[in-house]
């Protein structure tokens, strides 16, 4: 009896039902999502959008996005400032904030209401790429932004004794024969093993696997990223697992880390990886979680100064009247002050072209400070922005306004040089403002700034004084959405200076 109620209690199935069911489920599938998105809809609808709203109709708009994203922003920024706008993708709304006033509130605005962590762990699908405790548990941020900025000048002479001997593997010793290379490829090389070199010490920056390792894991995690937006929310879950290859990087980070790990446990050393262990606590101390962190400081650090320094020197090729200027400034600070940190900061010319490039690039997008609210956020002009949304600051549109910068939309690379002494030090190229927003600006501006441009600045100032380059064919640089791609195959030619 208890059997056959237990018969009746469940439709019958058959393998000829089959079809009928996933019909069904389909369907279920796409009724909760579009039941999802016209509650979304509603909460969007008191700020202005650009292109059309519908549910399906909005999807369009999106695509438009992948293809002309800074040309959106631009139509945004030109048609509602000061007020917001908010643009289509395939994920959600992004929402844009213009003023200097809800900029500077973005920037100000606490990690529980305005959460910087969310936003970047959507952004670059940690959960898959990066492991997720790099953005829940942030605690390498008090190092990067207190002992590694403070020990700059002492980290100063092994970063610059790295970058001659990367260059002397890397680019040709002859000072006679023109040399082909493509410029990011050497560009990673040689930032990837400079930043190593303070992260994980020698012999391991100079290591090919690990170098490659690190290199292939940057990359691995931007790709990763990218077609994960592709993918529908029911679904992310499962395609993050089958695309992820971190479990592979990771294993063979975990081959050359941790050997130092046990090692650093017993001494005291300046590099990154030592710091990482003093202030890692519980499970954040073992030799995966550590391997994880070093590999993600590797993409924050490899990615956006190799992208960073590869288009400055492509521009710099491109704008030949600079570079006696430049080689000049820097001849003039090394002979004053020697290859030391004090000298970096002498070239004013140098900072001020760095700066002007990431200025008209938006570095390596058009968005920046990116925060997704945790709950229902109104801003002090009225703006309500619903939970979970993410919300951001028009960048390069800011940075492209002819009230903000003279003549904003042409490149001059004396721009920041030539003002006074006192405004000068308020534009350097490590310091933020609502006008200038390439590391963001507020409570969580990038805490690694003053070391990547220490970094790019010390490789280029070596490569002005010790090489000739010139360029063969202009650059294809392009935009996917809003992020900016420096041309993966430009190449320039090198000599090595006569000395």
């Not at 046990?262 to 005291?268: F, G, I, L, V």
């Not at 403002?433 to 969580?444: A, E, I, K, N």
Request: charged share 25%.
């Amino acid at each position: 009896m208890a059997a056959r109620l237990y018969e009746h209690a469940w439709p019958s199935f058959s393998i000829n039902d089959g079809p009928s069911y996933i019909i069904m489920i389909i369907i279920g599938f796409v009724a909760i999502a579009y039941y999802r998105a016209l509650q979304r809809r509603k909460e969007f609808e008191t700020i202005p959008a650009i292109g059309k709203t519908g549910i399906l109709s909005s999807y369009i708009e999106a695509i438009r996005l992948m293809k002309g994203g800074r040309d959106m922003l631009q139509e945004g920024y030109d048609k509602f400032y000061p007020g917001p706008f908010r643009v289509p993708t395939l994920t959600g709304w992004i929402v844009f904030v213009t003023s200097p006033q809800t900029i500077e509130e973005l920037g100000k605005a606490s990690e529980d209401l305005l959460c910087q962590g969310e936003a970047s762990r959507d952004a670059l699908a940690a959960d898959y790429t990066l492991g997720p405790t790099i953005f829940t548990n942030k605690y390498h941020v008090s190092i990067l932004r207190g002992k590694l900025t403070r020990s700059l000048g002492g980290l100063f002479s092994i970063m610059h004794e790295e970058i001659v001997e990367a260059f002397n593997d890397e680019l040709p010793q002859d000072n006679d024969a023109w040399r082909s290379f493509c410029v990011i490829k050497k560009a990673m090389i040689i930032v990837s093993r400079a930043s190593n070199r303070v992260f994980v010490g020698v012999p391991l920056c100079r290591n090919p696997e690990y170098i490659k390792l690190s290199i292939q894991h940057t990359i691995y995690v931007a790709i990763v990223a990218r077609l994960l937006e592709l993918v529908p929310w029911p679904l992310k879950g499962a395609v993050g697992r089958i695309i992820s290859m971190s479990t592979s990087s990771f294993a063979l980070g975990r081959k050359h880390i941790g050997p130092l790990v046990d090692q650093r446990m017993k001494e005291t050393q300046i590099q990154l990886l030592s710091l990482c262990i003093d202030a890692a606590k519980g499970e954040e101390r073992s030799v995966d979680s550590l391997t994880r962190r070093i590999l993600a400081l590797n993409f924050a650090s490899i990615h956006t100064t190799a992208m960073v320094f590869s288009h400055a020197l492509l521009e710099l090729a491109s704008r030949t009247e600079y570079i006696e200027p430049l080689r000049n400034e820097i001849e003039t600070a090394i002979s004053k002050h020697g290859w030391t940190k004090e000298a970096i900061n002498d070239m004013k010319k140098l900072d001020s072209f760095l700066r002007e490039d990431q200025r008209l690039t938006g570095a390596v997008a058009a968005v920046g400070m990116n925060r997704k609210a945790t709950r229902t956020i109104v801003f002090n002009d009225g703006t309500r922005v619903p939970k979970g949304a993410l919300i951001c600051a028009p960048l390069l549109a800011r940075h492209l306004d002819s009230n903000v910068y003279p003549a904003a939309k042409e490149f001059n690379g004396y721009r920041f040089s030539d003002l006074p002494e006192e405004e000068r030090c308020r534009h350097q190229c490590v310091s933020t403002s609502v006008d200038f927003l390439t590391f963001g600006h507020g409570r969580h501006a990038c805490p690694g700034r003053f070391f990547a441009i220490m970094e790019i600045k010390t490789i280029m100032a070596y490569l002005l004084l010790n090489y000739d380059f010139k360029m063969q064919k202009p650059p294809n640089h392009v935009w996917y959405g809003l992020i900016f791609l420096t041309d993966r195959k430009a190449e320039l030619l090198f000599r090595k200076r006569s000395q």
